[in-house]
């Protein structure tokens, strides 16, 4: 059965009129294309019992294998369609909010609501050969990783190792799913920090948080670094507690536990250590097309984990004005188990 | 005065109660912060008189300079805000849809509108300093190509030459502007294929469409190759009418004119030979932080060009199986004309 069939079949369940999809993740999924947004309505209408694309005529001929309705430049592309007002409407979460505010305004419909009450159901279990393509992309990106950490040399500037990093990854792999982050020392503190024009020293901690796209899927690692040895001993004891929550939510992984629970477990080992205030953030994302997306593995989430599933395992703790250290794996449900996709060395790298 | 204040000036002589910003290029314009959109909400609230961030706590250090409103994964974040029901709110146009459905199922607003409404009358007009960058940028950027466009030899696919150059762009200036198109020959008629598993022939057209960052500014160049002597002696004719469309409208650009009458002139040049059923796209768009912004060059868009706009000019000619031919220029406002930012030859490229 078809993805477009698949979620025709949940839109039964429910009195959805009209799935509203925009150049997402989910029209990657469901029918293959994928564009950046932008600011032209290109947008798949799924209903009940069919589904159509409203596309500028630009793209008229790359897509016409699918069934179109094309509207010209200076045209009101929302007059070409045939959408029944007081509908229910679910929109693609991540699609520009202009469409849905078109549609809000021009359709009047009853209900708005997230398309990813249905989608997540659909994508947040893999096939096989999603799954597939995510090992090989996880052995890929580790691959390049170590390839090029040898070119961190002290007094690069993070961004400048994250623009060479970010290079190399898509002169090699194609697409990367999200800007490196490339952080060091006192800036390590902020997960999501990009990087700065500080410069790196010898015995700082280096954070590289990075992912490629493989096929259209996602990968998300970080690792930590240091050029030489730390001049703060205090990170490799934070190293050992970091990597003591990662290996101790991911040897619990099983089918039928609540994400929640697998976020207890990493926080239990950061708390019982005393750094639970300084482990800012949930315990991981689940991955796929996007590099976030269900499952959540956070706080009071009480998603069910199944088999196929794959998400991050992520624990960290930040010492502002210090270093942070975050250690993330990728792990698939298989046989009830957690399998981690990664095999780099979870210790400190001496560079 | 900054811009949080001109935005509160604007929203003065409207009755809106809130506008709200992603992590997009307005919360880059109005903040300075620039970050990938992800499913955490990360918003900026402007008010009439104040304004407001809710951000994640994996953010709060890196932000502690703005006024935050923090949430910790978890917790619901939009618990967190005080906004008033029966409200006007104004929402940034390609801010993630997930959050717009939140806020109007959250908080019943009497009205939800696009923020580009205000907004563009901001952005749209740039200063000095913006131009400046805009400049340099294409400057950057075309030097960037000459310095690439050697390497593209026969029986390279087009995929791979778009990732060479990418990765070649990325390496040299950090950031693109949005993935380069490569598309040779009859895949050249669609002008937004991003590339494909072809290999390049000699005497085939090969259209290249790119971009990157400068400062935060985009750039955008269409431009037009062969591996020697083109084989259909056509190419070289509809690259004479391209330039000359391309030419006559970058000539007549004044200010005080209609966006829709720079498309006219560009199109009536094309029509008046033939190919106007080919010209299947508007005839360019203002470009700024992003992309792709207002004004749209476009048939029937009655906005006023006004001094310190920059927009491209890009007619182009498609013909299906055979190839197309696009020619695209910056153009900024200044003492009321148009100044062109382009150096590159428009003539085909014989590499």
Redesign the interface.
């Known amino acids: 059965m078809d993805r477009i069939q698949r979620l025709q079949k949940e839109l039964e369940k429910t009195d959805t009129d009209y799935v509203i999809i ?1 150049t997402t993740s989910n029209m990657f999924y469901l029918v293959g294309f994928s ?5 032209r309505p290109l947008l798949l209408f799924v209903t009940k019992d069919d589904y159509f694309m409203l596309v ?7 897509l016409k294998q699918l069934p179109l309705i094309v509207y ?3 045209e009101d592309p929302y007059s070409k369609l045939n959408l029944k007002e007081n509908s229910n409407i679910l ?11 078109e549609i ?2 021009r359709f009047k419909p009853r209900r ?3 398309a ?1 009450v249905i989608l997540r159901k659909l994508r947040q279990v893999k096939d096989d050969e999603e799954i597939e393509k995510m090992e090989k992309g996880v052995k890929k990106a580790e691959e390049l990783l170590l390839e090029f950490v040898p070119d961190i040399k002290e007094n690069m500037t993070e ?1 400048e190792i994250e ?2 990093l ?3 990854l ?2 090699e792999a ?1 697409y990367i799913s ?2 490196p982050i490339v952080t060091s020392g006192p800036n390590s ?6 990087c700065s024009d500080k410069k790196v020293k010898g015995g700082e901690v280096i954070v590289i948080d990075y992912g490629i796209k493989y096929e259209g899927y996602s990968t998300d690692t970080t690792r930590v670094f240091s050029l030489g040895r730390p001049n703060d001993t205090l990170a490799l004891e934070i190293v050992e507690i970091v990597k003591s929550a990662n290996e101790e939510a991911e040897k619990h992984v099983r089918e039928g536990m609540r994400a ?1 629970e697998i ?1 207890d477990i990493a926080r239990k080992v950061i708390t019982d250590k005393g750094y639970g205030v300084y482990f ?3 315990t991981g994302h689940g991955i796929g097309i996007d590099v ?2 269900d499952p ?1 593995i ?4 009480d998603d069910v984990i199944e088999q196929n599933m794959v998400f991050t395992i992520e624990p960290g703790i ?1 010492l ?1 004005g210090k270093f942070g250290i975050r250690i993330e794996d990728e792990v698939v449900v298989k046989k009830g188990y957690g399998k981690v996709l990664n095999t780099l060395q979870k210790e400190l790298y001496i560079l």
Chains 1, 2 share one sequence.
């Not at 564009?35 to 600011?39: A, C, F, H, L």
């Not at 500028?56 to 790359?62: D, G, I, M, R, S």
């Not at 956070?298 to 989430?301: A, D, K």
Request: charged residues 30%.
């Open positions: 925009g564009e950046e947004q932008m600011e500028p005529k630009l793209y008229e001929e790359q010209r430049d200076g929109i693609d979460d991540t699609t520009f909010s202009l469409f849905t505010i809000l305004n708005l609501g997230k990813s961004c623009r060479k970010k290079s190399f898509i002169g194609g999200f800007d503190s902020m997960p999501h920090l990009r929640k976020d800012i953030h949930r976030h997306e959540y956070s706080p009071g989430n930040y502002p």
